[in-house]
C-alpha cells in the first residue's frame, strides 16, 4: 500500500504522517490505461479507473437561474439568513431550512410560499438548532437537529411523523451521509480524539441506522483531520495547511465514501455493500513553496478586507497561528474536496483547489464511466445536482442569501429547458 499523503513543514525538519488504513485503499496511476480500465476483484467488487482530464467532455450552467428565492424584502416568508439545506420534491416544489427561521418553509415550483413545519423549541417536530436536510424519494423529509443530533422526520404535507435519536449517541452534527430510499439513515462522526502532534487523526467513523435510529453497523473508518499547536497561539487547534478530510453522501440507493487524499470514491448500495470504486488519473498534486506563499498572501489580503471591528485583536493570535511557520504543510494537494450523489444517481466529485485557484466538478456515471467536467458557479454553495438542474444558495454584494436553482446542460446537448 503507498503511504499517505505526508504532511511537512517548510524547515530543515519534516516528518512522514502515518499510512492510512485499509479501509481506504490507495492506487497508483502507473498502474492504469490511458483511458479507462475495468475490472473485478476477488471480493467481487468493480473497479473502475479513468482519465478525466484526457477528456473534452464539459456541461454547462445556464446563464441565470431559472428558480430563485429571497429577493422579497419585507416579507419573512421569503427572506433567509443562515440557509443550512434543501432539496427538490417530486413535484418540482422546494423545501429549505433556515437555521435563523427555525422552520423547513416548502415553496412551489414557481416560487410562491406553499407551507411551513416545526418552529423553535425541544419538542417533537421542533427544532434547537436544524443543520441539514434530507429528502426520500416520496418526499418524506428528515431535518437534522442538534445538540444532540436527532431527526425530525415530516410527511410531504408537513405533518410531523416522529422523532429519530440514533444510537450511539451524536453529540454535535453528522460529518456527512443522507437517507437512502429504504429508510436507513447514513450518519459520520468523529472520534472525538483531542491530539496536539499533528500526527494523529480524528478517525471519522461511518454507521448506518435503521428507520427508528437503531445501529444497524458500522460500515467504515477513515482517518480525519489531524490537529496540532503552535507557540504563537498555544490554546489554538488547527490543522496542517492543505490537509485533506473524507466527505460521505448517501442519496436513493447509493451510499459515495472519498477519504478526500487519494482520487478514488467508494460506493455502497442499500444493502451496504462495497459494489465499486471509482478512480481517476489525477493530475501533478505536489505542493511547493509558492503554492504556501500564495496561500499566506491570499489570506492576509482576505482578512484586510475584511471588517472584523473589535474582533481584530481577539482573532489576532488565531491569524498568527494559521500564518506560523510552524504550522505543518501536506507534501500534496487532496484530490477531493467533497463528494454528491445526484438524484439521478450520478457521482459529483469538487476537486480540492490551489491557492488563488477556482476548481469545479467531475462528474462519473452509476457504473464509473467518467462523465463531464463541470465549471463551478461563482459565489453558489451546492446543496443538490439532479439530472438537468443545480440547487444551492448564494449571496449578494449585500450579503443578503438567496436560494437559487440553475439548468444544467449535458455534453453535446442543446438546452432541454426551454424557458
Do not use: K
Request: contains cysteine.
Amino acid at each position: 500500500m503507498t503511504p499517505l499523503t505526508q504532511a511537512r513543514r517548510f524547515s530543515p525538519f519534516p516528518f512522514v504522517l502515518v499510512a492510512l488504513g485499509a479501509a481506504a485503499s490507495m492506487f497508483n496511476p502507473a498502474e492504469a490505461e490511458a483511458q479507462r480500465t475495468s475490472m473485478v476483484d476477488s471480493a467481487g467488487v468493480s473497479i473502475v479507473t479513468s482519465d478525466p482530464f484526457s477528456s473534452d467532455r464539459r456541461c454547462t450552467v445556464g446563464a441565470e437561474p431559472f428558480f430563485s428565492l429571497g429577493d422579497a424584502l419585507g416579507d419573512e416568508r421569503y427572506e433567509f439568513y443562515t440557509l443550512r439545506g434543501m432539496a427538490r420534491l417530486s413535484d418540482g416544489s422546494v423545501a429549505v431550512i433556515d437555521r435563523r427561521d427555525q422552520r423547513v418553509r416548502v415553496f412551489s415550483e414557481s416560487g410562491e410560499f406553499l407551507r411551513s413545519m416545526g418552529g423553535r423549541g425541544e419538542g417533537p417536530g421542533e427544532f434547537r438548532n436544524p443543520w441539514f436536510l434530507w429528502a426520500l424519494p416520496g418526499d418524506t423529509l428528515w431535518v437534522g437537529d442538534y445538540r444532540p443530533q436527532r431527526f425530525n422526520v415530516f410527511s410531504p404535507d408537513g405533518e410531523f411523523i416522529r422523532l429519530v435519536t440514533p444510537d450511539p449517541f451524536y453529540l454535535n452534527p453528522s460529518h456527512g451521509g443522507g437517507v437512502l430510499s429504504n429508510g436507513h439513515s447514513i450518519n459520520t462522526r468523529d472520534d472525538g480524539r483531542d491530539r496536539d502532534d499533528f500526527r494523529t487523526p480524528r478517525d471519522y467513523v461511518i454507521e448506518a441506522h435503521r428507520a427508528d435510529g437503531a445501529l444497524v453497523r458500522e460500515l467504515m473508518t477513515l482517518p480525519g483531520r489531524r490537529f496540532g499547536r503552535v507557540e504563537e497561539a498555544p490554546n489554538f487547534l488547527l490543522d496542517p495547511l492543505f490537509d485533506g478530510r473524507p466527505s460521505v453522501d448517501a442519496n436513493g440507493t447509493t451510499i459515495a465514501v472519498t477519504a478526500g487524499r487519494h482520487p478514488e470514491v467508494r460506493l455502497l448500495d442499500e444493502r451496504l455493500r462495497l459494489r465499486r470504486i471509482i478512480r481517476w488519473i489525477d493530475e501533478d498534486r505536489e505542493v511547493t513553496r509558492a503554492d504556501v506563499r500564495a496561500w499566506r498572501e491570499e489570506y492576509v489580503r482576505q482578512q484586510r478586507e475584511r471588517d472584523l471591528g473589535n474582533l481584530a485583536e481577539t482573532l489576532r493570535p488565531q491569524m498568527a497561528a494559521l500564518l506560523s511557520d510552524e504550522r505543518p504543510v501536506a507534501d500534496r494537494f487532496p484530490a477531493a474536496s467533497s463528494v454528491r450523489v445526484g438524484r439521478d444517481g450520478r457521482i459529483w466529485v469538487r476537486r480540492y483547489p490551489r491557492p488563488r485557484e477556482t476548481t469545479g466538478w467531475l462528474a462519473f456515471e452509476p457504473d464509473g464511466d467518467f462523465f463531464c467536467h463541470l465549471d463551478p458557479v461563482p459565489g453558489l454553495q451546492v446543496y443538490e445536482i439532479g439530472a438537468d438542474y443545480i440547487l444551492g444558495s448564494r449571496r449578494d454584494e449585500l450579503d443578503i442569501e438567496s436560494v437559487v436553482m440553475y439548468e444544467l446542460i449535458p455534453p453535446d446537448s442543446a438546452s432541454p429547458r426551454r424557458r
